[in-house]
């Protein structure tokens, strides 16, 4: 990617006072205006935008941002505003947009940006990570050169090192690598991720990130007067919710080249040089993809199972409604109760962690409802009381 630039205007300071509410005499303090023309460059439009909005968000309110460094998972909050920057920015205009050079495109955009916002979107993100914990992520990518498995994966850890340093719990693919089946055809991949899903589960993570990268031969070349092994590769990733197995959003790169010096065709090291071209690339839009859906499911709430064996229909619709009454702020709805074989589960969409839940169904009248025999990240396995 060609580098990136932002142009700031000159920036201007409003304190825009805000009508009091009919009911209220007293007015609520002004906010803060903060008015910016920045350029936002990416391979896609639509990416070119949200890059652009970024850049707002980080002109007009970086010092306000900056302030929270020391605090923990600081890179994790800043990520996620910035990766909902569209919803935080609605009063902007798109001044320019088109082709940038080495193949991307640009958007220059004038947008007001309230710096009270951000700070309020701040704390509330904060405190819904401190309800619901760190985001775990399970990372698998199957890599082959010339048709042959690797031992390890580029992009694998490419895809790990991007999800660490912004504060993200990472199980390594090296885990996944010994349970799964070492021979597994591409046809057997798309089934495949329900074994992923149930391992993910275990290790209680939210989102689990698998695919493949290929790099195949394509002859010897000349390069600056040197022989070069060169090869052409594709690769492909999905993310999904670990609890439910819904796609998160699905990256793919094709024709990508690479090579290394050498007199033959086939060169692993030739192989390994074109997987590392496309490892950066595409581990950045896998980043950009799982933070943009983080932003949305923190704003929205995560979903947990509740799953009760020896439970009648009639009684779970009576669990629904105490179900809702716990929390109302923090408990956004309750799907089911769903039955088979006398186990019925309720989807809870909830900005607490199941532990946070699980401290609520053994107070007051649950001990004597249900009883608590199993407690993931996500879900809480119970079953009835005297049943």
């Known amino acids: 990617m060609s580098r990136m630039f932002t142009t700031v205007s000159a920036v201007t300071f409003a304190w825009v006072a805000v009508a009091a509410a009919q009911e209220s005499t007293t007015p609520p303090p002004p906010q803060e205006i903060v008015e910016v023309e920045v350029t936002g460059e990416a391979f896609y439009e639509d990416a070119a935008l949200n890059d652009a909005l970024r850049r707002a968000m980080e002109a007009a309110a970086g010092a306000e941002i900056e302030k929270h460094r020391a605090e923990g998972n600081f890179e994790l909050i800043r990520d996620t ?3 909902g920057a569209a919803g935080i920015i609605t009063d902007y205009e798109i001044l320019d947009k088109g082709d940038a050079a080495g193949g991307t495109k640009f958007c220059r955009v004038r947008a007001r940006v309230s710096r009270n916002v951000i700070a309020s979107t701040w704390m509330e993100v904060q405190n819904v990570l401190k309800q619901i914990g760190r985001p775990g992520v399970a990372v698998y990518i199957l890599e082959r050169i010339d048709g042959v498995i690797q031992d390890s994966s580029i992009l694998e850890s490419q895809i790990e090192n991007r999800l660490l340093a912004r504060g993200f719990k990472v199980y390594a693919g090296e ?3 010994v349970l799964r089946e070492r021979a597994i055809e591409d046809a057997k991949f798309e ?6 899903q149930a391992l993910s589960l275990e290790w209680g993570t939210q989102i689990f990130i698998t695919g493949t990268a290929q790099a195949n031969a394509a002859g010897v070349k000349e390069l600056a007067g040197q022989p070069t092994a060169m090869y052409n590769g594709d690769g492909m990733i999905k993310m999904y ?3 439910t197995a819904e ?5 793919s790169l094709a024709n990508w080249r690479g090579g290394a010096a050498g007199l033959h065709t086939h060169s692993p090291q030739g192989g390994k040089k074109a997987l590392e071209n496309a490892s950066a690339e595409l581990a950045e839009r896998c980043y950009q993809s799982v933070m943009r859906q983080w932003s ?3 704003s929205t709430g995560g979903e947990l199972s509740l799953e009760i064996q020896g439970m009648a229909v009639g009684e779970a619709l009576k669990i629904k409604n105490k179900l809702k009454d716990i929390d109302r702020e923090r408990i956004m709805s309750v799907d089911g109760p769903s039955s088979t074989k006398g186990l019925v589960t309720f989807r809870i969409k909830a900005k607490m962690s199941a532990e946070d839940l699980a401290g609520h169904l053994v107070e007051g009248e649950w001990p004597s409802l249900i009883e608590i025999v199993d407690l993931k990240p996500m879900r809480i396995q119970a079953k009835k009381v005297g049943g």
């Open 81 to 83: 505003l910035f990766a």
């Open 175 to 177: 885990h996944l690598r």
């Open 191 to 196: 089934a495949d991720t329900t074994r992923m």
């Open 241 to 243: 919710y670990t609890d």
């Open 247 to 251: 796609m998160m959003a699905s990256e």
């Open 296 to 298: 949305r499911r923190l």
